[in-house]
């Protein structure tokens, strides 16, 4: 049962244009995540918001710019995409015991 | 620095066998093990989890064994079926922060 939900699920752009994934869980979670995913599996987490606060905010270029309108949304944003941004950019949310809810994610292609 | 380490990095059994994952930890503040199950095309999703406070999790064909003193842990898969075939993601939480670690995955393939 899908709970999480992302979109779009694919977009193939070219290098410097502007893209959004847009998510939204019905799961009532005052968490949720954005992970990205490489071409080798290696999930890495990104961001992580608590109730519309931005609590999570790893190492990544500033061209990467989270949105949260109300805890139920997360929307990623990257300013002027870069070849090394292609892959495929996860939501999750989460439970107060922990356990991650994933969406079928949002496949990046930069050209 | 990777935190969560998984072997191997793909595994081939045969229908019917028992397929076994391993996942260690570097972080002792790590308590809350997750793995997750991911099929092509789709997100990660929880197969089955366990406490630091225990030491066995079993879950009809899967079970976790935990070694805290130790900082492993594996996944066994009993009685393995083509429908297994995934990637397995290893990941561990402390209660300190807010963020899930995961390992690099095992790739399963069940061959019938």
């Known amino acids: 049962e899908t709970a999480v939900f992302q979109t779009p699920n694919y977009h193939v752009t070219q290098v410097g244009n502007e893209v959004s994934f847009n998510c939204k869980q019905t799961l009532g979670h005052d968490t949720m995540y954005w992970y990205k995913q490489d071409s080798k599996k290696l999930l890495k987490i990104m961001f992580s918001?608590?109730?519309?606060?931005?609590?999570v905010n790893e190492t990544v270029p500033r061209r990467f710019s989270p949105q949260s309108s109300d805890k139920a949304h997360l929307n990623l944003r990257i300013k002027s995409v870069e070849p090394e941004d292609s892959a495929v950019y996860l939501c999750?949310?989460?439970?107060?015991?922990?356990?991650?809810?994933f969406g079928e994610g949002s496949k990046l292609t930069v050209l | 620095q990777q935190q969560v380490r998984q072997s191997p990095q793909s595994l081939t059994v045969w229908e019917g066998e028992t397929a076994i994952l391993n996942c260690s930890y570097e972080d002792s503040t790590f308590n809350y093990f997750p793995w997750y199950q991911q099929f092509p095309g789709e997100g990660p999703a929880l197969l089955i989890s366990i406490r630091s406070v225990s030491d066995k999790k079993e879950d009809g064909r899967f079970t976790i064994f935990f070694n805290k003193r130790e900082k492993k842990l594996s996944l066994h898969i009993t009685d393995s079926q083509p429908g297994d075939s995934a990637t397995y993601f290893c990941a561990a939480l402390s209660g300190s922060f807010n963020k899930l670690t995961f390992g690099a995955g095992t790739r399963l393939a069940v061959c019938p």
């Open positions: 999750a949310s989460r439970r107060v015991t922990g356990q991650l809810y």
């Open positions: 918001y608590n109730n519309k606060q931005l609590i």
